[in-house]
């Protein structure tokens, strides 16, 4: 009898790892996008590529996010609507054209009406804005350096998470169109600094996003456990009866490091 032990904590966790949604509510009924039943509109929007490369194309520019909701025929009866829009994954960043070390510092630009709210962060450092409908919110109000600017080396990837996140919502005694939208400033995008703080130029970057696990990469983990546990519990002896024990094979044997999962085979 085999004993085959899996712990898929590590592998679930990066299947489960990515949040991608846009769901719109009118009168009640929820969907994906886009929606107006005549009385109220909702729309809910995400962009995110999965590969940039600035030497190629500047490419933040399609990040962003936007959400809008509002009466859409004239005085609409009792009801509402809302968006919401959620994008969380990680990405593979290497900054280039340089040698040695420096920091970053992400810009952004967003508006937000009253009854709404949007937020955008990569690695860590973001900006969020509600019920602000005086004006486009910045959170690169100079030239820099600013406080909180994350180190990086040249040449050498880093992982930075990328979180976009909006909500809008109206109702029959809130009828007006209220929208919030959000992306990185068009003409200052990230900017780079050296160890003195003196902003860098003709710096290039790289971004990919991180890959995951699918079910079916599970699935096949554990038919190969199914596969190997048999092999792996054969005791091999060997074939002279007069062989010491300490030349005979032991018929317990452990297989780790496959993405995180440990496979003990136990006779």
């Not at 990040?63 to 009801?79: E, I, K, Q, R, Y």
């Not at 100079?142 to 930075?160: D, M, N």
């Not at 599970?218 to 007069?242: E, N, R, Y």
Request: charged share 10%.
């Amino acid at each position: 009898m085999f004993k085959c032990a899996l712990s898929f904590t590590f592998a679930l966790g990066l299947v489960f790892a990515a949040t991608i949604n846009t769901s719109v509510t009118c009168d009640g009924v929820t969907t994906m996008g886009f929606c107006d039943d005549g009385h109220f509109m909702a729309h809910a929007g995400l962009t995110a590529p999965a590969f940039v490369d600035s030497q190629i194309s500047p490419g933040l520019g399609a990040f962003g996010v936007s959400v809008d909701a509002g009466a859409s025929g004239g005085l609409p009866p009792l009801g509402s609507s809302s968006a919401l829009a959620n994008f969380d994954e990680d990405y593979l960043f290497t900054v280039l054209g340089g040698t040695g070390n420096g920091f970053f510092f992400p810009c952004f630009l967003g508006t937000s009406d009253a009854g709404s709210s949007v937020s955008m962060s990569f690695g860590g450092i973001g900006l969020g804005i509600v019920d602000n409908p005086s004006g486009i919110a910045t959170n690169c109000p100079g030239p820099g350096p600013f406080p909180g600017s994350i180190p990086f080396t040249f040449g050498v990837p880093q992982i930075v998470d990328i979180a976009m996140t909006g909500s809008a919502g109206a109702s029959t005694f809130f009828p007006r169109e209220v929208d919030a939208r959000e992306s990185f400033d068009p003409d200052r995008g990230i900017l780079f600094f050296d160890p003195s703080g003196n902003q860098l130029s003709n710096v290039a970057f790289t971004l990919v996003e991180v890959p995951e696990p699918t079910a079916w990469s599970l699935l096949g983990i554990g038919l190969l456990c199914l596969l190997v546990v048999p092999i792996l519990g054969m005791p091999v002896v060997d074939a002279s009866a007069d062989a010491p024990m300490s030349h005979r094979r032991s018929s317990r044997s452990t297989l780790t490091g496959i993405s995180g999962i440990n496979l003990s085979v136990i006779s």
